[in-house]
């Protein structure tokens, strides 16, 4: 692992496990970067991983704060541009994350599939809903559509831990993007079945499309959210 992510990784466990104050800032670049044996330069692409997740934010002239809400327990904190899936969100919390697989199959896209991952419909594609549950309760449902020729080597094994972690880890492809649509919907069937919702709870939905660095879609998805549990938010930078 790069020494900026390892730095990165370490301060949002400081940060969730409240090893600093979140009334004040965090500790300046320039001691952080002694205190981790590393440039100023390594130092400040580790901060902005964090400002990027959502952990930290800037304010000019008076140093880099904790945004409260990204390191409360209770509910899972989407940053508007994540894009890499329910364990990176839970990254170092320290939470049991499960997948139940509700159905996984090959098949060939419909044409509204095909379109959004720029493939014909003569290209076999993964057709995976999961349940995903933290600490034993259901939090989302995924179905996800991914095609087999971009992303292969999908299986139970993959399927029951992080599809991302393969993806990045295993396949060495590089995520770069993602275009969500956020909507609130009413409770389904398979929702009020497998999340445990009532009739007249709302669920969020994000349909979302994936890039890798090429600019090649690889996932197209529907995500259905308790709303107990997430919470989204975005970051806005200003150069």
Known sequence: ???????????????????YSTDQPIPDEITLSNQFGCSRMTMKRALDILVMEGYLYRKRGHG?????SAIQTNKVNVVGNDSQGLSHLLKG?????????LQFEVKFPTEEIASHLSINLDTPIYDIIRLRTVEGEPYVIEH?????????????????????????ETLELTVAGTH????????NQMDQLHLQCQKDDPV???????????????????????????EFSTVSIKR
């Not at 919390?93 to 697989?101: A, C, L, M, R």
């Not at 095609?147 to 991302?164: A, D, M, Q, R």
């Open 144 to 168: 996800t559509y991914m095609p087999t020729p971009l992303i292969p080597g999908i299986n139970e094994k993959v399927l029951h831990s992080s599809v991302y972690s393969y993806i990045i």
């Open 64 to 68: 880099t704060f904790i945004v409260k």
């Open 1 to 19: 692992m790069i020494k900026y992510q390892q730095i990165s990784d370490e301060i949002r466990k400081r940060l969730i496990d409240g090893f």
């Open 204 to 230: 969020l939905e994000v349909e979302q499309v994936v890039y890798l660095n090429n600019g090649v879609p690889f996932e197209y998805s529907f995500s259905r959210h308790r709303y107990d549990k997430f």
């Open 93 to 101: 919390k320290g939470q049991e994350i499960t997948s139940k697989v």
């Open 180 to 187: 969500k649509q956020i909507r609130a919907c009413k409770s």
